[in-house]
């Protein structure tokens, strides 16, 4: 499903790396009438970079789709609207950076990156940080860190992690990582109190999860199951996938339980002589192991709103996707 704001955010990133109003869109979106299925794929608009007309085409779902099949795309939209197309997405894997680059096509991952060699245009930075080794993903316990703060703090709240980082497990020096490594992302401002660093948010929590939302990842790590019940009955275990999705939104719940545990509770788990299998098990409970806590939210059935969002964006399935839309929009109004 699109990212309504993925055009935004490529002409905004476009512009803070070119200079203000090099990339503009026009008012008239879609100049010709394009085939059918070319609309299903891409959210197509005509503008200009850096005065010359230019068509940018947002990836409307995050489904996988070949190299291959996107350059032939990209070459009838090129001859269709005959201006040079730029593909924009949310994010993508290394591989498929590499697909891309190799078949030079033109590219920008608002905030990440900006391949565009026709115009003598490759950079890969974090604007605030250049100095420091650039990072793909937050550590796990950043991301268990900034979700706890969606889910307890204020959006005008002045935050220090240390006091949250016991909570979750962590040391002090995790804290310090995690203050790193959201400043470095550009998601808070730092502020300095005497020895102790605070950060400060600048924008909504809505804003926040869109600006961090390239930087997260799943918190799944494998899935094992078990036809042993007691798992379910674990100390801080968390329904998770389809099965929280579907007690948190409209979707009809799935006939096998998913639970979520860390691999210390699943080492627990095995020392009370609860057995776990590698394949799927038709009568079992699918367990899955996560990277963080899946308890951020206490006193809750299921694991969070934002992680299980996380946990589950991938999956090719409408319904799953529709539910995901209902759950983010549950969660962020």
């Known amino acids: 499903m699109l990212n309504t704001q993925l055009p935004q955010h490529a002409v905004r990133y476009l512009n803070q790396v070119l200079g203000d109003n090099a990339m503009h869109l026009a008012d008239n979106a879609t100049t010709v009438e394009l085939p059918y299925f070319l609309q ?3 959210e197509v608009s005509a503008g200009s970079l850096l005065g010359n007309a230019v068509t940018l085409a947002c990836r409307k779902d995050s489904q996988p789709l070949a ?8 070459k009838q939209l090129r001859e269709l609207l005959r201006a040079p197309v730029i593909l924009a997405l949310p994010d993508m894997s290394p591989g498929e950076r590499k697909q891309l680059i190799q078949r030079d096509i033109a590219f920008v991952v608002p905030d990440r990156q900006l391949f565009a060699p026709q115009w003598g245009m490759v950079l890969s ?3 605030d940080m250049a100095h420091r080794q650039s990072q793909e993903t937050a550590s796990p316990a950043t991301q268990a860190l900034l979700i706890w703060f969606l889910n307890q703090y204020p959006s005008n709240e002045i935050w220090h992690p240390f006091e949250n980082a016991a909570a979750l497990g962590y040391a002090g020096m ?3 990582r995690a203050i790193r490594e959201l400043q470095q992302f550009d998601l808070f401002e730092v502020q300095v109190r ?4 605070f950060l400060k948010l600048t924008c909504t929590h809505r804003e926040l999860w869109e600006k961090a939302k390239p930087y997260l990842r799943t918190p799944v790590q494998k899935r094992v199951w078990t036809y042993d019940k007691r798992i379910l009955e674990v100390s801080d275990a968390r329904l998770a996938g389809e099965t929280a999705l579907a ?7 799935p006939p096998q339980p998913v639970i979520a545990l860390t691999n210390e509770q699943v080492q ?7 057995f776990f299998e590698p394949k799927a098990l038709a009568d079992g409970v699918a367990v899955e192991v996560w990277r963080y806590l899946p308890s951020i939210k206490p006193n809750e059935k299921t694991a969070d709103s934002l992680s299980l ?4 964006k991938d999956k090719p399935d409408d319904r799953i996707q529709l539910a995901l839309d209902e759950l983010e929009e549950k969660f962020l109004w």
């Open 247 to 253: 007690k948190l939104t409209m979707l009809n719940e």
């Open 125 to 127: 930075e974090r604007f």
């Open 194 to 197: 005497g020895r102790a660093k």
């Open 40 to 42: 299903t794929i891409y």
């Open 174 to 176: 995790t804290a310090t």
């Open 268 to 274: 627990t788990a095995k020392q009370l002589g609860i």
């Open 309 to 312: 969002w996380l946990s589950l």
């Open 67 to 74: 190299a291959q099949h996107i350059q032939q795309h990209l």
